[in-house]
């Protein structure tokens, strides 16, 4: 799935987030900015970890947060999170997070394309 250029309102830079909760919340309040999702996806992706766990945590210090495709899904979307302080997720390896990266998907056979296609940031937006 393609995406145009991230929005300003899909990042949000050096946030302060107390919890892992609070982290995923802020990427899905930044999916909703965008118009991509609803309040309920942010709760379906805070679901997904406390139901299968810390698995959203990729790599060191990155969390890939998600749920799958559902009425409250409005439109492919991805926002990008850094923490002003890394928060634990729980991850015996991965832990502490300081990105959380957040995906919206209309369908779930769909991916994010590494092309030239793939969503760039156009600008360092001043927050």
Do not use: K
Not at 46 to 51: G, S
Not at 83 to 102: K, Q, R
Request: proline share 8%; net charge negative.
């Amino acid at each position: 799935m393609p995406l145009d250029a991230l929005a300003d309102e899909a990042v949000a830079l050096r946030h302060s987030a107390a919890s892992w909760r609070e982290a995923v919340l802020e990427a899905g309040r930044a999916l909703e900015r965008t118009g991509a999702v609803e309040a309920a996806y942010s709760r379906r992706m805070i679901e997904q970890v406390d139901v299968l766990g810390p698995y959203i945590v990729i790599a060191p210090g990155l969390a890939l947060a998600h749920a799958r495709p559902g009425h409250d899904v409005l439109a492919d979307g991805l926002s990008v999170v850094t923490l002003a302080e890394p928060v634990p997720f729980g991850h015996s390896t991965n832990d502490p997070v300081s990105v959380v990266i957040g995906i919206a998907a209309t369908q779930s056979h769909g991916h994010l394309a590494s092309s030239p296609d793939s969503p760039t940031c156009s600008a360092a937006p001043t927050r």
